[in-house]
């Protein structure tokens, strides 16, 4: 939730109108005209590239003879990562500007005659705000790393039960085999890493019959300007990338995003995304991975489910009845099985 990376997306035709996201972005000014808030906002022509799924209450209202798209979301595109969606001044008093910012994105709705608002991964604080001023609310489950104050990897294998610490030695034992593993950060990464990784991002695409978002551009911007805060894990066989993992370092947290690799060697991507990120975590004493979403295999990797929240606004009744009573039934349910795969699946010993 940055300018480098918001405009990294918009600049290099990444996240566009042609490609579905057409930018109407707020910012809340005061009467000398200097901003006190702002909240990235995309009119949306699908669903695609958010990782909250609305796919189902699309296909119903369309059916009905409504018109779903498009509509408008608040969020950072192709980013399932939980953080502030209205950015307030720090002088400025932060439920104001969010209530303003919050009345000026429903007011949109209605201007533009769209269907729907959406604002996906806020903080906890946000969505409740927002499930106050009437907006349905909506959980789910991501995978997340939690340091408990470790000062090592080691630290972090103790923590957890003999078998899954014997597992994880020997994956990342199998893993590093015959391999040079490096975290690349600042000026350490070249374009020559760029070029790489993104063949391995385009692999990973392919491979999964999915339909790669970013250009190459892109990762020419953000090595421009956000270097500082990128940890770029690469590995080489005999001096020559075959794999990388791209994360973005926040203030307290590790964000891993994309990864692929060009050759199948076992538990690799285990190595480059779970376990030296949080290896990088530690070393820079950062409170969490986020690995992204989805990825129940990430549980025995030390990556419990956690929450994670978006918020809808539905202008139609005729729609919004029916998601309400739906996400009443679905968010205990959701809570239900976090709290089952916590008990049962956590790689961690007994209390």
């Not at 909240?39 to 369309?62: C, I, M, N, R």
């Not at 969010?98 to 996906?120: D, K, M």
């Not at 499930?131 to 790393?145: H, K, M, S, V, Y």
Request: charged fraction near 25%; proline fraction near 6%.
């Amino acid at each position: 939730m940055s300018y480098d990376f918001l405009h990294a997306c918009e600049a290099s035709d990444s996240a566009t109108p042609r490609q579905g996201w057409a930018p109407r972005h707020l910012a809340l000014r005061d009467g000398d005209n200097a901003v006190l808030g702002v909240t990235p906002l995309y009119l949306k022509g699908d669903s695609q590239g958010e990782y909250v799924f609305d796919h189902s209450w699309a296909d119903a209202y369309e059916r009905a003879g409504g018109r779903y798209y498009p509509k408008l979301l608040c969020a950072v595109p192709f980013t399932p990562a939980t953080g502030p969606r209205f950015l307030n001044h720090p002088d400025a008093d932060a439920a104001t500007v969010r209530q303003a910012l919050l009345q000026g994105a429903l007011t949109l709705v209605e201007r533009l005659g769209v269907s729907s608002l959406h604002v996906n991964f806020p903080t906890a604080p946000e969505w409740e705000a927002m499930t106050q001023a009437g907006l349905l609310p909506r959980q789910d489950i991501q995978f997340i790393w939690r340091n408990e104050g470790y000062q090592t990897f080691d630290d972090f294998l103790a923590a957890l039960s003999s078998n899954r610490r014997k597992s994880i030695r020997r994956e990342r034992r199998e893993a590093q085999a015959c391999l040079d593993i490096r975290i690349l950060t600042g000026a350490q990464i070249e374009p020559a890493h760029w070029d790489a990784f993104f063949a391995f991002y385009m692999d990973t695409g392919s491979r999964k019959w999915g339909r790669p978002y970013l250009t190459r551009d892109f990762f020419d911007r953000i090595g421009a300007t956000m270097a500082d805060r990128i940890a770029l894990v690469m590995a080489f066989r005999d001096g020559a990338p075959i794999a990388g993992a791209l994360n973005f370092i926040g203030r307290d947290a590790l964000y891993g995003r994309q990864w692929g690799a060009l050759e199948d060697v076992p538990f690799l991507h285990f190595e480059l995304c779970y376990y030296q990120a949080i290896d990088f975590a530690i070393s820079r004493g950062l409170s969490r991975v986020e690995a992204g979403a989805q990825g129940e295999h990430k549980i025995a990797r030390g990556y419990l489910p956690s929450p994670v929240y978006s918020a809808h606004f539905i202008a139609d009744p005729a729609l919004r009845d029916p998601v309400a009573r739906y996400l009443e039934r679905e968010g205990p349910a959701v809570e239900e099985q976090r709290v089952a795969m916590t008990a049962e699946l956590s790689p961690f010993k007994q209390a």
